[in-house]
């Protein structure tokens, strides 16, 4: 039996598309519900600082207010220093004013409250007092001589007709920086103590003297940094010389012949890696390397051997069995050039001073504040102790910069003001 159908006529295009919109189900109607996702603990940490920051914004705006407020009254703070500075040069008054300083500070620490805020506005005002100094000393600079620093610069030190003494033997590493700075055949002579080498100076039987200073390993020897200080002499050039160790022995000495092996005990306990190499051998003392490598040249056996550096074998006639037999490649000895003149060379670009400190907070800082200040780079810094003074210390500061820096003026002007028998030992 046919069905009757009933005929619906198509709809227009656009009519169409519209139905099977309406039709369609939604994209998101198709996909399975999605599951919560637990709010994590950077979430909430998030929303409960958003508050607190938003709280912060009014209390930065504040502390920006204040800087601002701090910074036009520092520089305010600063010209009136200058000004103040005018008056000092015209009335030929110091810079450093240690009883006023000390007065201003207990002043302003009184002003403020609580123990804590007490002590940090003293650092504060000790601190402003410190800069404002180092700019009137720059004032002060523009107009006044060097002062009490009668240091004459030459051109080169005279090395014509002059005579050398250093501290040892011959063949000793002093005696190879001598041969180094001045050149082999110089008039010289040897002698037992540094001591002995800085009265020769000082009373005029030598023109230089050649002294260590410092080791990379060993470190600083003590006793001349003191002789600096004892004797009007005066640091004019220093000579790196490195400490390579050899293995020397009388000519036609084969290695396997050795048995006995001479030197200083520093110079022996440097050469672990060589003896361990010859368990056989034996190590024996000796007062220096040069003396040691003598007493070899000397005896002339084939079963001794010393250890010491490749001058003292060409000194003393030794053939080297063996180079480099130190253990540490990186060892050198700094020997510094002194006379008993002030001089330094044209273009001498470091400075040797030493001075003592109160006992008081922050002086020492105080003092290197100086080189902060005036863009002077300080390469090294040691203390020595007082002789008869417990506990009370000398300090050495090498620096870099030449007398004639306006920088290295100032710098020095303001650490002799607040030192105590500030020297300077040499610019070379």
């Known amino acids: 039996m046919e069905r009757n159908l009933t005929h619906i006529p198509a709809a227009p295009a656009e009519d169409q598309q519209k139905l099977e919109e309406q039709a369609a189900p939604a994209a998101d109607d198709q996909k399975p519900e999605a599951q919560a996702v637990p709010e994590t603990d950077h979430q909430k940490r998030d929303e409960q600082a958003a508050p607190a920051a938003n709280g912060m914004l009014p209390l930065r705006e504040r502390i920006d207010s204040v800087d601002r407020e701090i910074v036009r009254l520092f520089e305010e703070r600063m010209a009136i220093s200058e000004e103040i500075a005018q008056v000092k040069a015209a009335t030929d008054r110091k810079v450093y004013d240690k009883e006023r300083e000390a007065v201003k500070l207990a002043s302003v620490r009184e002003l403020a409250h609580g123990e804590f805020n007490k002590k940090a506005i003293g650092e504060v005002f000790r601190q402003l007092m410190g800069m404002s100094r180092r700019r009137q000393y720059a004032i002060l600079e523009q107009g006044r001589p060097l002062g009490r620093?009668?240091?004459?610069?030459?051109?080169?030190?005279?090395?014509?007709?002059?005579?050398?003494?250093?501290?040892?033997?011959?063949?000793?590493?002093?005696?190879?920086?001598?041969?180094?700075?001045?050149?082999?055949?110089?008039?010289?002579?040897?002698?037992?103590?540094?001591?002995?080498?800085?009265?020769?100076?000082?009373?005029?039987?030598?023109?230089?003297?050649?002294?260590?200073?410092?080791?990379?390993?060993?470190?600083?020897?003590?006793?001349?940094?003191?002789?600096?200080?004892?004797?009007?002499?005066?640091?004019?050039?220093?000579?790196?010389?490195?400490?390579?160790?050899?293995?020397?022995?009388?000519?036609?000495?084969?290695?396997?012949?050795?048995?006995?092996?001479?030197?200083?005990?520093?110079?022996?306990?440097?050469?672990?890696?060589?003896?361990?190499?010859?368990?056989?051998?034996?190590?024996?003392?000796?007062?220096?390397?040069?003396?040691?490598?003598?007493?070899?040249?000397?005896?002339?056996?084939?079963?001794?051997?010393?250890?010491?550096?490749?001058?003292?074998?060409?000194?003393?006639?030794?053939?080297?069995?063996?180079?480099?037999?130190?253990?540490?490649?990186?060892?050198?000895?700094?020997?510094?050039?002194?006379?008993?003149?002030?001089?330094?060379?044209?273009?001498?670009?470091?400075?040797?001073?030493?001075?003592?400190?109160?006992?008081?907070?922050?002086?020492?800082?105080?003092?290197?504040?100086?080189?902060?200040?005036?863009?002077?780079?300080?390469?090294?810094?040691?203390?020595?102790?007082?002789?008869?003074?417990?506990?009370?210390?000398?300090?050495?500061?090498d620096f870099e910069g030449n007398l004639n820096d306006a920088p290295v003026r100032d710098a020095l002007r303001g650490i002799r003001q607040q030192a105590i028998n500030m020297k300077i030992l040499g610019n070379y």
């Open 149 to 397: 620093m009668p240091f004459i610069e030459v051109e080169k030190l005279d090395t014509e007709q002059i005579r050398v003494v250093y501290q040892g033997v011959e063949g000793a590493y002093s005696h190879a920086a001598l041969e180094a700075y001045f050149g082999a055949g110089t008039d010289s002579f040897h002698v037992r103590k540094f001591r002995d080498a800085m009265e020769a100076i000082a009373d005029g039987s030598a023109d230089y003297a050649v002294l260590p200073i410092e080791n990379t390993t060993a470190g600083i020897v003590a006793a001349n940094f003191d002789l600096l200080v004892d004797f009007e002499n005066y640091i004019v050039a220093e000579q790196i010389i490195p400490v390579e160790h050899v293995l020397m022995a009388a000519p036609g000495t084969r290695i396997e012949q050795v048995r006995s092996v001479y030197s200083h005990p520093q110079a022996l306990s440097q050469c672990d890696g060589l003896f361990n190499a010859h368990p056989d051998w034996n190590a024996v003392a000796y007062d220096n390397t040069a003396l040691a490598a003598r007493k070899v040249s000397q005896d002339g056996k084939t079963d001794e051997a010393a250890i010491g550096s490749a001058f003292a074998a060409r000194l003393f006639h030794l053939e080297i069995l063996q180079e480099h037999v130190n253990d540490q490649d990186a060892n050198a000895t700094r020997f510094m050039i002194v006379t008993n003149q002030r001089i330094f060379v044209k273009g001498a670009r470091k400075i040797t001073i030493c001075f003592e400190l109160p006992h008081s907070t922050g002086t020492l800082y105080n003092i290197l504040s100086n080189f902060i200040y005036n863009d002077v780079n300080m390469t090294h810094i040691e203390s020595r102790p007082i002789p008869g003074r417990n506990w009370e210390y000398r300090f050495f500061i």
